[in-house]
């Protein structure tokens, strides 16, 4: 297709400018349409952004015959009954991460998508970021050597007071229903895609999940390990209610050794190699999807690839669930 012309179901604060800018500014792609339950809203989304048109109703927008593909931007335990609905509609889907509320449901997505013909991708975003395609390319240069173990680590203070589960105020991310689990699943999933995207498929992982400070039902603390079928170690721990915050990925080699946040998608990597220090600073993009959505674009055009698709993020669907006990061996 020379143009892609997308429509956007759930038009909230992820859309603002992480994503539903990128739409627009992306070579090839126009963002036509946008839905969102309340009416009012979603009007007052397309006015501001400059859409045409807008929706109450997702099949209205679905069924759209000016609408090409999808963006879903909802809440995770909706993204499988929108994508089907999408693809059974005949048109490409980009989904939000997590992709499912869980493993299975992520996996009812993909063999919808697959019966369906179209395409499912999924917003892993920093698999289009420079900051982490230099970490892999380095990793492939051998910069580091041969990588022999990874170690991720997340931790933060609570986001939520005392009492507020009482009084009903948690906010979706911590509600089982609304998320499938706690924010593991929310921000604790982008350093796992990474993992995935720098070195394959885990082969095998062992987790614990608990909850530890009572403020929420969904656990807030995780850890685990794995190993790679490329036979590289792996551990993790997140923990969301501690004294303070923090984020990174520290990847060993025989040589070296590489750090990064994986968050702060604006901050350095740091190598430690041939006996010497070196950092590597990075500007993000204005809108830090815009560069996977070009991608997705340019699949959906003939003229490229995406890094991530509905099968890359299943296998970190299937990590996840591992980690948190929610899987068998």
């Known amino acids: 297709m020379e143009i892609v012309r997308w429509g956007i179901l759930g038009c909230g604060d992820v859309t603002e400018k992480k994503s539903g800018p990128g739409f627009q500014k992306a070579e090839g792609s126009q963002l036509v349409a946008v839905m969102r339950r309340d009416a009012a809203r979603a009007e007052d989304y397309a006015r501001r952004h400059g859409v045409p048109k807008w929706y109450n109703e997702a099949d209205e927008l679905i069924n759209d015959p000016e609408v ?19 693809a059974d509609a005949g048109k490409p889907v980009y989904v939000e991460k997590p992709m ?6 992520g996996r009812r997505l993909v063999a919808g998508c697959l019966s369906a013909g179209v395409p499912l991708f999924v917003a ?41 589960r ?11 229903e609304s998320s499938g689990g706690g924010l593991v ?15 394959g498929p885990i082969a095998d992982v062992r987790g614990f999940a608990s909850n530890q400070a009572g403020l929420y039902d969904v656990e807030d603390s995780v ?35 590489l750090s990064f946040s994986i968050l702060d998608v604006g901050g350095p990597i740091e190598l430690v190699a041939k006996g010497r220090e070196r ?5 993000p993009p204005d809108h830090v999807q815009q560069p996977l959505i070009q991608s997705v674009v340019d699949e959906l055009r003939g003229s490229g690839r995406c890094p991530s698709t509905g099968e890359s993020a299943l296998r970190t669907d299937w990590v996840l669930d591992r980690l948190r006990g929610h899987l068998s061996p």
């Open 68 to 86: 090409d593909a999808v963006y879903i931007a909802t809440r995770p335990d909706t993204h499988s009954e929108y994508a089907l609905r999408v």
């Open 100 to 105: 499912g509320y869980s493993y299975e449901d």
């Open 124 to 164: 892993y975003y920093r698999r289009g970021l420079e900051k982490y395609v230099t970490a892999k390319r380095m990793i492939e240069a051998d910069e580091i050597g041969e990588v022999r173990f990874v170690r991720v680590t997340m931790h933060s203070t609570p986001d939520v007071e005392p009492g507020a």
């Open 166 to 176: 009482e009084r009903g105020e948690l906010p979706w991310r911590l509600r089982r």
């Open 185 to 199: 699943l929310d921000v604790g999933s982008h350093g796992l895609d990474l993992l995935d995207f720098f070195f």
């Open 223 to 257: 850890s685990g390990s794995w190993i790679f079928e490329s036979g590289i170690h792996g551990t993790g721990v997140w923990c969301f209610v501690v004294y303070d915050t923090d984020d990174r990925i520290d990847i060993y080699g025989s040589k070296g050794k």
């Open 279 to 283: 950092r590597f600073d990075f500007t």
